[in-house]
């Protein structure tokens, strides 16, 4: 019997098989696809302090073997979430790591704050990466700010912290370092890579908050090196995540030093794909003859 | 089913696997009928929804195409067993689907979506532009009492009258017209060119045909969004109730992404975006902000 629980900082999954944020809904969405309660967690969208009605649509576009999306962080905001939202997914057998994202620092803090005293979060994503607002991804790229919003959430809060990164720096390894040493349980890597679309005939960008994430089998490689390279800059264990989509991929991640995986962009074309992963990871594990997942993470043997 | 003005809704139990084509024909200029054997989706499936459509095993095209249910075919003991659905090739993705053979193998998922609702409509008056027409020809049997659909099968007040109000570009595009006519639907036509039946608009022959009805009119409405903010502005003039099913890009088709927005007015006249694929893709005429409208600002959502 392979042992498919994974540890994340404080924080036990029963099995390495997430659902990204933004790519789920708020699970409702997705039960008359999957048996949600087999997942190992779920992330629900992101929701910030106050609602927003996100970007104007088109908000997503498919280009080769990805997409790029634009929503903007559509959301009814924290208050909403815990009284519409929270009461089913607590629940739900998965973990569930709420996604936040604040314009501020105060407002990051506020809200690992509200989570901490309403039941039903089990960890909390720092969305400090996300492309499509403005003020989401400054977090991301100074390492200094990113240092303090999540030491800021993490003294306000008890819950464990994940951080989630953007690729769109040009030292990823110093943004995680300032997570790990903010006291993040664990990073979550990577978050879409900024790009855009154009309509020549019509001289127009494809998407209308005109730059937009790519997300999808194209970025993987680029996920893949990600994890590879923050996972020998930190003690801290790693959520990879980035165009995975077969159970190759998700092995390709372990091996390169992810702990746990997201499925995102790959529940949009493929809505069962998470029952897949789950099914086919014992034997797979099993191949390496691993006893459990923590046997191959980070096991990547580079001439 | 539920109304297309309540919260959102989700499928207890959705169908995704891989359906055999058993059919894939060309019905005019650039238009397709795809069908697809899938009882479960067969027996589930009502007017106005849709499915997802991906070629397997590729990672380009990536996303699945949405496409509204056309026809449930039943087997020889007349059960539901496939469904067709009728596609324009547009781009990369319905360009390789044209190419795909009988027997092969597509991933899909579905029913997806709200359907029309099944409200009372003495003369149901569908109007479609483009591609549009395709909903209207189950809608039009169900109405008609031809067929029923859903499971269990939902109950549909009977209309004294269906009549299809149908542009295109020109004759050559007009795809379908004959299904609609062997299902004892009356059929208007309209083309740009003139190439056959009204040389104009669709939204043209709306109101003549109202106006001659005997019955109290319902309007439901599908095409090109000027079109349809078109056909709305009619129903409104003429004070009779009007659906209509309105096409967003869409990624994944059952809620997950956010991406298939429309502006819906509230009760109280607010606007919100509004995934078409969950909360749609059937929505009041009178709900729906168009583009040309004035905005004003969302409902209780700070500006961006």
Same mark, same amino acid.
């Given at each position: 019997m392979v042992q498919l629980a994974v540890q994340l900082g404080r924080l036990r999954l029963r099995n390495p098989i997430v659902v990204a944020s933004g790519t789920f809904g708020y699970a409702r969405e997705m039960t008359g696809f999957v048996d949600v309660g087999r997942l190992g967690a779920i992330l629900p969208k992101t929701i910030t302090r106050h609602p927003r009605p996100g970007n104007p649509p088109p908000r997503t576009c498919e280009t080769a073997a990805g997409m790029l999306n634009a929503i903007g962080l559509d959301n009814d905001g924290i208050d909403a979430f815990l009284t519409r939202q929270m009461p089913y997914l607590a629940g739900l057998e998965p973990a569930i790591i709420v996604s936040i994202a604040g314009r501020t620092e105060e407002e990051f803090v506020e809200m690992a704050r509200l989570l901490d005293a309403a039941d039903g979060a089990d960890a909390i994503e720092l969305n400090? $990466?996300? /492309? @499509?607002? $403005?003020?989401?991804?400054d977090f991301g790229t100074d390492p200094a700010r990113c240092e303090r919003v999540v030491s800021g959430c993490r003294k306000a809060c008890k819950l464990p912290i994940l951080a989630k990164l953007t /690729? @769109?720096?040009?030292?990823?390894a110093r943004v995680a370092k300032a997570a790990e040493n903010g006291g993040a349980d664990a990073l979550s890597l990577v978050n879409t890579c900024l790009g855009m679309a154009i309509d020549w005939r019509h001289r +127009? /960008? +494809?998407l209308g908050n005109v730059l937009g994430g790519l997300s999808g089998p194209a970025i993987k490689p680029i996920a893949l090196r990600a994890v590879f390279q923050v996972a020998r800059a930190v003690a801290i264990p790693i959520m990879g995540i980035g165009g995975i989509a077969t159970i190759d991929d998700v092995m390709e991640f372990l091996v390169a030093g992810a702990t746990a995986v997201q499925i995102g962009t790959a529940n949009f074309y493929n809505p069962t794909v998470t029952m897949r992963l789950l099914d086919e990871l014992p034997e797979a594990l099993a191949q390496l003859g691993a006893a459990g997942v923590s046997d191959v993470v980070g096991t990547l043997e580079v001439p | 089913m539920t109304s297309f003005q309540g919260t959102p809704t989700y499928p207890d139990h959705a169908w995704h696997g891989n359906a055999t084509v058993l059919e894939n024909v060309q019905i005019a200029r650039a238009t397709f009928r795809i069908r697809l054997a899938s009882p479960p989706l067969a027996e589930r499936i009502v007017p106005g929804q849709f499915l997802m459509l991906r070629l397997p095993r590729?990672?380009?095209?990536l996303l699945g195409r949405p496409l509204a249910l056309y026809a449930v075919v039943p087997d020889a003991s007349g059960r539901p067993h496939a469904v067709d659905v009728v596609y324009l090739i547009i781009g990369r993705m319905t360009s390789r689907l044209r190419e795909v053979p009988a027997g092969a193998k597509l991933d899909v998922w579905g029913p997806l979506g709200n359907g029309f609702p099944p409200d009372e409509a003495e003369h149901l008056v569908m109007v479609a532009g483009g591609i549009g027409q395709t909903p209207f020809l189950s809608l039009g049997r169900e109405f008609l009492g031809m067929q029923r659909y859903g499971k269990p099968p939902r109950a549909v007040p009977v209309a004294k009258k269906a009549t299809l109000c149908y542009g295109a570009r020109s004759a050559e595009f007009l795809a379908g017209v004959s299904d609609f006519e062997a299902a004892g639907i009356e059929v208007h036509l309209a083309t740009d060119d003139g190439s056959r039946g009204h040389r104009g608009l669709v939204t043209d022959l709306i109101a003549p045909l109202v106006a001659k009805s005997p019955w109290p009119c319902r309007i439901v409405c599908c095409g090109p969004e000027p079109m349809i903010a078109a056909t709305a502005r009619i129903a409104q003039r003429l004070a009779i109730p009007c659906q209509v099913s309105l096409e967003t890009p869409m990624a994944c088709g059952i809620g997950a992404c956010f991406s298939c927005v429309a502006r819906i007015r509230d009760e109280s006249g607010n606007w919100d975006y509004r995934r078409t694929c969950v909360e749609g893709p059937v929505f009041d005429a009178q709900h729906v902000v168009f583009?040309? #409208? #004035?905005?004003?600002a969302p409902s209780a959502r700070e500006a961006e």
């Open positions: 400090i $990466s996300c /492309p @499509n607002v $403005s003020g989401g991804v /690729p @769109n720096v040009t030292d990823l +127009r /960008p +494809r | 590729r990672d380009d095209p583009d040309n #409208e #004035e905005l004003g």
